[in-house]
């Protein structure tokens, strides 16, 4: 597991994305303040320990073991007290069981990222957590998704592939449905995003080459070959031939930044890669959750932080599972404001996937992408903007 933090055809450390700060970076050596020196080679440390700290490969295995088991252990704290406390157990697909579910996660992770943090000599924030503007940056994002996702459930309902009806409810259940939900998938997204776009981003572009690109998507294609139960996975196999030749050209060139582009490929793939255990899930589904999370990578990069992201993906999935009443990557929740009937092809109206399973959803990312690049593309070199491509991620 002596994963490489640097990309070893290249002499000079891989620049990725640096932590965004108003002010100048920090100095190398202001950044490593209490890291003791790196292992020589032989040293049986050097398997673990880098020039960088702890090595990439083993910060991410560390980041998963213990966000999964704290996330456990704290899920079921939560559920009883839940249980305790209001003497009712939750049922499934409501918004109080998410808020309690995710509520754990996000929790867990918190809990994870302080952890790892303390052990890597960083602050909670160099994982693309602290930038310019983060509450503006946090608000475009809500509005972005709601609005890319009513524009996808728009064009669905014109080509009658979708058909809207107001759900029955009564007195004040819409507001209070509305609100549960809205806390529900604010954990989501910063359970998420958090997880993807923050941690896995950054520790992910200070460690890998592309041929470790390669190896990560090239084993998750092997497992969902081995699994024929895969719902989708189709998706993962076209996420993986879409970003290889870039992230070739990007090696073959030495392209300042290519880490944080071939993190971002193995990323995403991931992203979609953990969707097909979803029933209902199709190979368009899968696809349209890697490349979204392409988009979010992007946004690090051109907003400073990941506030955009987690604001885009709470709306869009609030917009989905509370508002429009789709499906969510197959998931149908109880309590929402309409209800939607799929018709049509599969192909158009995403079937059991709901409106991400749809064909038209690719041209919406696209349009996302687009419309992230017109808000944000020119601030990138302003004082207190994302770091320029050259820079490299302190430690």
């Not at 966000?67 to 939750?90: M, P």
């Not at 990222?113 to 160099?126: F, K, N, Q, T």
């Not at 969707?275 to 999370?293: D, F, P």
């Amino acid at each position: 597991m002596a994963y490489p933090e640097q990309d070893p055809l290249d002499p000079q450390p891989d620049p990725a994305l640096a932590p965004p700060t108003q002010a100048p970076l920090p100095s190398a050596d202001a950044s490593h303040r209490g890291r003791p020196p790196a292992p020589q080679q032989g040293d049986p440390l050097w398997l673990i320990l880098g020039p960088n700290g702890l090595r990439a490969g083993w910060s991410i295995v560390l980041f998963i073991v213990l966000a999964y088991f704290l996330a456990n252990v704290l899920g079921t704290i939560f559920s009883e007290l839940v249980r305790g406390l209001l003497h009712r157990q939750l049922a499934g697909e409501t918004a109080g069981s998410a808020i309690v579910s995710e509520g754990a996660w996000v929790s867990a992770l918190a809990l994870t990222l302080g952890i790892v943090s303390r052990l890597e000599h960083r602050r909670m924030g160099d994982y693309y957590l602290a930038g310019p503007a983060m509450a503006a940056r946090f608000l475009g994002g809500l509005a972005c998704g709601f609005g890319a996702l009513s524009l996808l459930v728009g064009l669905l309902a014109w080509g009658g592939w979708i058909h809207l009806a107001i759900a029955p409810t009564s007195g004040s259940k819409p507001l209070v449905d509305a609100g549960l939900w809205s806390i529900a998938f604010l954990f989501v997204g910063l359970t998420e995003e958090g997880s993807f776009r923050c941690y896995l981003q950054f520790t992910l572009a200070r460690g890998i080459s592309f041929w470790w690109a390669v190896a990560g998507v090239g084993t998750m294609c092997l497992s969902d070959l081995a699994h024929p139960g895969s719902h989708g996975a189709g998706g993962v196999y076209a996420m993986t031939l879409l970003g290889l030749v870039p992230c070739l050209l990007l090696h073959l060139r030495r392209t300042p930044g290519s880490g944080f582009w071939q993190a971002a490929w193995v990323g995403s793939t991931f992203f979609g890669f953990i969707h097909t255990g979803n029933n209902g899930e199709t190979w368009i589904g899968i696809l349209a959750a890697a490349t979204i999370g392409f988009v979010f990578c992007a946004s690090v990069r051109l907003t400073g932080s990941a506030w955009w992201a987690i604001g885009c993906h709470a709306a869009w999935d609030w917009g989905e599972t509370y508002f429009y009443g789709t499906a969510d990557s197959g998931f149908v929740a109880r309590g929402h404001l309409f209800t939607a009937t799929p018709a049509g092809a599969a192909l158009w109206s995403g079937g059991t996937d709901g409106p991400e399973g749809s064909v038209l959803v690719l041209p919406v990312i696209l349009l996302l992408l687009g419309a992230l690049v017109a808000l944000y593309g020119r601030k990138r070199s302003a004082p207190g903007s994302a770091a320029p491509l050259g820079e490299r991620v302190p430690g």
